[in-house]
């Protein structure tokens, strides 16, 4: 169950964090894995991890919000591990960057929560996306937020409008292809345990059900089983994966 021996993935953001563990499983699952993040050395690192551990993988680096970049890496990749069968957009602007309440932001300071979390999420999907219809076999999934989902006070306005608009271009996107064998799928986020200070960590967990911030490995299964043969059914859909956080 899960397999997935043959498939060729591409994780974006993948150098580290949650992104890393994503790419990480799929390739434990016997996917051929290319490592994007924005940062060459990151990315060899995490690609090397992989092929030490028995794995394919190769680094990938370029701006997600480029789309000329994005076009020249996809062909980089499919030139050296095959026809991309798998898309994760994992890639985006953290919430932390550009907190404040929007009145007393700046345009120029949505742009790259637009532009990485949304654009982004397009330029990739797009890059892949013919072809994928064209061999009848395809699964996008893009790591969101709930920020993307329910309006929180906590000053991440433009964060939330960029989450939200990948999430609905995904829902879109999937009725779009669902006839081509094509799923394309989000999984919008709760509280990860991303700080190096552990009493933040410690103060986000109160406000979590489960009583804990989710690690990578709490992501990853959940993307493995949405890339899977066996999430042939499960398209257009906004799956919370929040730690029991209740959403509107």
């Given at each position: 169950?899960?397999?997935?021996?043959?498939?060729?993935?591409?994780?974006?953001?993948?150098?580290?964090?949650?992104?890393?563990?994503?790419?990480?499983?799929?390739?434990?699952?016997?996917?051929?894995?290319?490592?994007?993040?924005?940062?060459?050395?990151?990315?060899?690192?995490?690609?090397?991890?992989?092929?030490?551990?028995?794995?394919?993988?190769?680094?990938?680096?370029?701006?997600?919000?480029d789309y000329g970049a994005v076009t020249a890496g996809v062909t980089a990749i499919e030139a050296e591990l095959?026809?991309?069968?798998?898309?994760?957009?994992?890639?985006?602007?953290?919430?932390?960057?550009?907190?404040?309440?929007?009145?007393?932001?700046?345009?120029?300071?949505?742009?790259?929560?637009?532009?990485?979390?949304?654009?982004?999420?397009?330029?990739?999907?797009?890059?892949?996306?013919?072809?994928?219809?064209?061999?009848?076999?395809?699964?996008?999934?893009?790591?969101?937020?709930?920020?993307?989902?329910?309006?929180?006070?906590?000053?991440?306005?433009?964060?939330?409008?960029?989450?939200?608009?990948?999430?609905?271009?995904?829902?879109?996107?999937?009725?779009?292809?669902?006839?081509?064998?094509?799923?394309?799928?989000?999984?919008?986020?709760?509280?990860?345990?991303?700080?190096?200070?552990?009493?933040?960590?410690?103060?986000?967990?109160?406000?979590?059900?489960?009583?804990?911030?989710?690690?990578?490995?709490?992501?990853?299964?959940?993307?493995?089983?949405?890339?899977?043969?066996?999430?042939?059914?499960?398209?257009?859909?906004?799956?919370?994966?929040?730690?029991?956080?209740?959403?509107?």
């Amino acid at each position: 169950m899960f397999d997935l021996t043959g498939r060729t993935a591409l994780v974006t953001g993948a150098g580290q964090g949650v992104g890393r563990g994503i790419a990480e499983s799929l390739a434990s699952q016997g996917a051929k894995v290319a490592i994007n993040d924005l940062f060459e050395e990151r990315a060899a690192d995490a690609a090397d991890a992989i092929k030490s551990a028995g794995g394919v993988a190769m680094a990938a680096a370029f701006d997600v919000s480029d789309y000329g970049a994005v076009t020249a890496g996809v062909t980089a990749i499919e030139a050296e591990l095959g026809d991309l069968d798998i898309l994760v957009n994992n890639a985006g602007v953290p919430p932390g960057m550009g907190v404040g309440q929007f009145r007393e932001t700046k345009p120029e300071e949505w742009r790259k929560q637009i532009d990485l979390n949304t654009y982004g999420v397009m330029n990739c999907s797009h890059a892949v996306v013919n072809g994928m219809c064209d061999r009848g076999y395809g699964r996008i999934v893009t790591i969101s937020s709930g920020a993307g989902t329910t309006g929180i006070p906590l000053g991440v306005s433009a964060y939330g409008a960029g989450k939200g608009g990948g999430i609905a271009f995904m829902r879109h996107l999937a009725m779009e292809v669902a006839r081509n064998g094509v799923t394309a799928n989000t999984v919008a986020l709760g509280m990860i345990d991303n700080h190096t200070d552990p009493s933040v960590t410690a103060h986000m967990a109160k406000t979590v059900p489960v009583g804990f911030c989710a690690q990578p490995e709490h992501i990853a299964p959940c993307v493995v089983y949405l890339v899977s043969e066996e999430a042939k059914w499960m398209t257009g859909q906004t799956l919370q994966l929040n730690g029991g956080n209740v959403t509107t």
